[in-house]
């Protein structure tokens, strides 16, 4: 009995052993992954403190860095366990100096003749000489813009004999402000200087005041720029449809702080849309305001619209792509979770083949481009090329996720491809797809310099104006258009516009055409 006993006591202990052992691994568990994530946080840390913020990623093998100058870059590990070669001939590609372009843009010519003094024109022998060439020269001139004040004189007419009712006016020419004591030009000027050249309005109320004697308040122009929000709105509207009704288009966001949303906090984020759409005559860059409830007003702005929409992985369109769009999820920013792993880690790494296998990737888009391919070309490129390489990383993904601790940066970025898996291989499903959303990045770019400027939005009227400027500036210039002498056109039509011909009249590319 008591041998019994005895035995049922030390299954206790072992159980009791066991239990402290497992507790024990997890905490160990839990102690590497919290390690694994602090030490990831510190290598970006000290990376965007100290290093170098370009993403561009190149691969070195730490056994042999040096690479070869007589070999071609090699494929992949995938590729090279098999021996293949793809050519016999080893390629080295000629360089070629790239030649300066100059702008497009024709400045006006002054010709400035400079003669020669009326001595030299007599020659030795008597004779009057004639001009049988000109040596030129080029100069940039520069001329101070010129502010005035235009002083409008309507006539008032009566007869001279004095009857009753015949004194008549001449009547106002009509105005986009009528209230307003400036010209659609000055109007132009201060839109463009603000949105596109990203000057704060106290620099242009400081500039205009010394310089040129213009007693013009920031406040003042801060309300006329809210003020043409209204009567360009049924144009905008115009350019909105157009991204609607096209069956492919693309969305991203940025932060703004905007000073007074009702119920919310001053230092409280908004957030501002950037969406491009629209089929390539018709092209349009369009900024939009938010300030909470992403996911429902994406749905509701993307309301009508049928087809592939580029986003990155953000929450944001979650219900959008559960109802009305294909998501086409961004592979740069899949890219991006694994480039600073790799840029950190020694030796071969998980993250470094992950990189390779987007280096690849890339370069069949690179190729795409270079060879200036049609959609259907392109499409057929990607399915002979992409396609079976995407299907090896998935394999690859499927493999290794296992081995890595989830909340590590490294799972956190396999865990990413994986659960986004369908968005980011449906760019093989259309050749008019792009593999990223980079080029709507790109136009998030100008407003984020600009907010480096002005900080941030007094009020929501003033960040709706805000977007709708930006969006007809950076239509106008991706149709090849002056925006300041696009916005005057526009600021003098408007008043005119009675049908929604009137203002389809006016859109960038009619004008352009």
Same mark, same amino acid.
């Given at each position: 009995?008591? #041998? ?65 100058? #007589? ?23 000629? %360089? ?106 106290? %620099?242009?109320?400081?500039? +205009? ?11 003042s122009m801060a309300r ?69 409830? %992403? ?14 929409? %580029? ?5 944001? #369109?979650? +219900? ?62 990607r399915q002979k090329k ?23 940066? +490294? ?43 002005? +900080? ?15 969006? #007809? ?12 002498h696009y916005y005057v ?25």
């Amino acid at each position: 009995m008591n #041998f019994e006993i005895a035995i049922k006591n030390l299954q206790d202990e072992n159980q009791t052993l066991k239990d402290a052992l497992n507790a024990s691994e997890k905490r160990c568990e839990q102690y590497a992954q919290a390690y694994d994530q602090m030490h990831a946080q510190l290598k970006e840390l000290l990376r965007h403190r100290f290093g170098k913020k370009s993403e561009r990623y190149i691969d070195i093998d730490p056994e042999n860095p040096q690479k070869n100058f #007589f070999e071609e870059d090699t494929k992949f590990a995938i590729e090279d366990a098999r021996g293949d070669r793809q050519e016999d001939e080893i390629k080295i590609a000629p %360089h070629v100096r790239k030649k300066k372009h100059k702008n497009n843009k024709d400045l006006p010519v002054r010709i400035d003749i400079i003669p020669v003094s009326e001595n030299d024109k007599i020659c030795d022998c008597g004779t009057c000489k004639s001009v049988i060439r000109y040596e030129i020269k080029k100069l940039i001139h520069y001329q101070p813009p010129v502010h005035e004040i235009i002083e409008q004189r309507r006539e008032v007419v009566a007869c001279p004999k004095g009857c009753d009712g015949e004194i008549i006016t001449a009547p106002a020419p009509l105005h986009i402000l009528p209230k307003v004591k400036a010209t659609e030009e000055f109007l132009s000027f201060l839109v463009v200087s603000k949105f596109e050249d990203r000057q704060p309005l106290y %620099h242009l109320e400081k500039q +205009l005041n010394e310089r040129y004697g213009v007693d013009c308040s920031r406040q003042s122009m801060a309300r006329w720029q809210i003020d043409l929000r209204s009567p360009m709105q049924p144009l905008w509207n115009l350019l909105k449809d157009s991204a609607i009704e096209n069956d492919i288009a693309s969305c991203d966001a940025t932060t703004m702080q905007v000073l007074n949303e009702p119920g919310r906090a001053a230092e409280t984020k908004s957030y501002v849309y950037c969406i491009r759409g629209g089929p390539p005559e018709k092209s349009v860059i369009l900024y939009e305001y938010n300030e909470k409830e %992403h996911k429902k007003f994406v749905y509701d702005w993307f309301a009508g619209f049928e087809g592939y929409l %580029h986003t990155d992985g953000d929450n944001f #369109f979650d +219900l959008v792509g559960a109802t009305i769009a294909k998501i086409v999820n961004c592979n740069s920013h899949a890219r991006r979770k694994f480039e600073p792993i790799a840029q950190g880690a020694k030796g071969k790494g998980l993250a470094k083949t992950a990189m390779r296998f987007f280096k690849e990737l890339y370069k069949i888009e690179r190729e795409a481009k270079n060879n200036h391919l049609k959609p259907e070309e392109r499409y057929e490129l990607r399915q002979k090329k992409s396609k079976p390489l995407m299907e090896k990383f998935k394999s690859w993904l499927d493999e290794m996720y296992p081995t890595t601790l989830p909340q590590s940066a +490294l799972g956190k970025a396999m865990s990413y491809c994986i659960n986004r898996w369908d968005g980011l291989t449906r760019f093989l499903e259309d050749g008019r797809l792009e593999i990223d959303n980079n080029l709507t990045e790109q136009e998030i770019k100008p407003l984020v310099i600009a907010r480096k400027n002005f +900080l941030f939005c007094a009020s929501q009227d003033g960040a709706r104006a805000l977007c709708m400027h930006m969006s #007809f500036i950076r239509t106008a210039k991706l149709h090849g258009l002056d925006p300041y002498h696009y916005y005057v056109k526009v600021l003098k039509k408007i008043p005119y516009c009675k049908t929604i011909e009137d203002y389809e009249k006016l859109l960038p590319w009619n004008i352009a055409s």
